[in-house]
């Protein structure tokens, strides 16, 4: 197992890593002084895989646990959902001595989060994360919220979690869309901060493919450093945290563009990876060589789905919402070699659209 500290002072927590981490919950949370009281949102699929048997535990253990189910899927990602929660808990009693567990992917996480996040103002909550995408990126940095039917991600607060458990074993049921959707998040990290860790996601793509548990454990506790890292030093997302948004810039264009049909978040951030590997070459940032290098280590994490009936239109439009939200200048995050970034706000529409053509005629 696999310790990572995310530091922030009082309120540093650990994150967890390893194989037959689910079974060990009940022992990590009495560790910390966990209280008795804990309710474990999930959605109906995840709990039938992982969350029956974590709720036996914990009752064995001593724990007052209580399931909480929501239905699965991002469109139940909204203030209904959380009210529900909000309406289960008070008709249950709970109070500021109880503790939430979120169980399963970043749509649970984020949920879970916000719900510990204003619960009578705050209450402690674990993230156990059990989606790649969000054992390494949603669980950690204390990002979350719901969304509003005029926008993703709209309602939401930083809030910290108490403990973060990954349990590499939930790995084997991922479907793989989803599996190599998380895959993208991963290499993005090597990409911004660690040229080491991309030499060794590059050599070990095959075995990272296979979900080989020591190379998993070895890829998602880095990823979670980083990310940790990152988050520690920026908590807010002011500007060092902006570099985690590598790739979003264009991938969220795209996901709007396509109306969220037929992508899922990591493969939109795979295309937008490779559209801004191909602006720093413009920019003269990398060279050819490093550039093809990139860009074929991506499309070797697997096929990405057609982008079909894509339209410039909504795509900028959506990149102006953005603006709009990010006070008047996109910032991109621009690659200055493997491993280093740059952020411009100097890029304009026609460049923008000359990518696109670029990506969508090559494929
Ligand atoms: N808070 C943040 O910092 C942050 C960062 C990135 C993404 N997000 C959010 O995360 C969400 C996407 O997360 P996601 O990709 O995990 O989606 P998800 O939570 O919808 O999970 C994808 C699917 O996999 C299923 N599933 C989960 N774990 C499983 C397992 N072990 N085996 C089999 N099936 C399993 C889920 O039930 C779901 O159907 C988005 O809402 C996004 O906004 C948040
Ligand atoms: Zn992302």
């Known amino acids: 197992m696999k310790k990572v500290q995310v530091e922030l002072a009082h309120r540093s927590y650990d994150i967890l890593i390893g194989t037959g981490i689910l079974e060990r919950v009940p022992e990590f949370l009495a560790e910390r002084g966990a209280r008795r009281r804990l309710f474990l949102v999930s959605n109906t699929h995840v709990f039938r895989l992982y969350g029956e048997a974590l709720l036996q535990r914990l009752l064995s253990a001593g724990f007052e646990a209580t399931q909480i189910l929501i239905p699965d899927g991002e469109k139940h990602k909204n203030l209904q959902t ?14 500021r001595c109880s503790s939430l567990v979120a169980l399963g992917g970043g749509v649970t996480g984020d949920i879970g989060g916000f719900v510990a996040a204003t619960f009578h103002r705050g209450i402690p909550y674990v993230q156990i994360p059990t989606t790649l995408l969000a054992q390494v990126d949603s669980s950690v940095g204390g990002k979350t919220g719901v969304n509003h ?40 990290y090597g990409l911004i901060v660690d040229r080491e860790f991309f030499d060794y996601f ?89 550039a093809d290098r990139i860009i074929d280590c991506i499309y070797r994490i697997g096929v ?12 900028l439009q959506a990149m102006s919402r953005d603006k709009k939200r990010q006070g008047d200048c996109i910032h991109f995050v621009l690659l200055k070699g493997i491993g280093e970034t740059e952020i411009r706000s100097d890029i304009h529409e026609e460049t923008l659209i000359r990518i696109w053509d670029r990506i969508t005629s090559e494929r």
């Open 82 to 95: 959380v009210e529900n929660i909000y309406t289960y808990l008070i008709a249950q009693g709970a109070d």
């Open 149 to 188: 039917s005029l926008g993703k991600n709209l309602i939401g607060a930083f809030y910290q979690p108490n403990l973060v458990c990954v349990d590499l074993d939930t790995l084997a049921s991922l479907p793989p869309r989803d599996f190599q959707s998380g895959l993208y998040e991963v290499v993005k």
């Open 202 to 290: 590059e050599s070990n793509l095959e075995a990272i493919k296979q979900r080989v548990p020591e190379v998993m454990e070895r890829v998602i506790s880095r990823c979670c450093e980083l990310k940790a890292e990152v988050t520690s030093a920026d908590e807010r997302e002011k500007d060092l945290r902006r570099i985690l948004n590598f790739g979003h810039t264009f991938g969220h264009a795209l996901e709007a563009a396509a109306k969220y049909e037929n992508l899922l978040h990591g493969e939109a951030v795979g295309y937008g990876m490779i559209a801004a590997t191909l602006l720093s070459r413009e920019k003269g940032n990398i060279d050819q060589a490093t």
């Open 304 to 315: 990405l789905p057609r982008i079909d009936h894509f339209s410039h239109e909504a795509a």
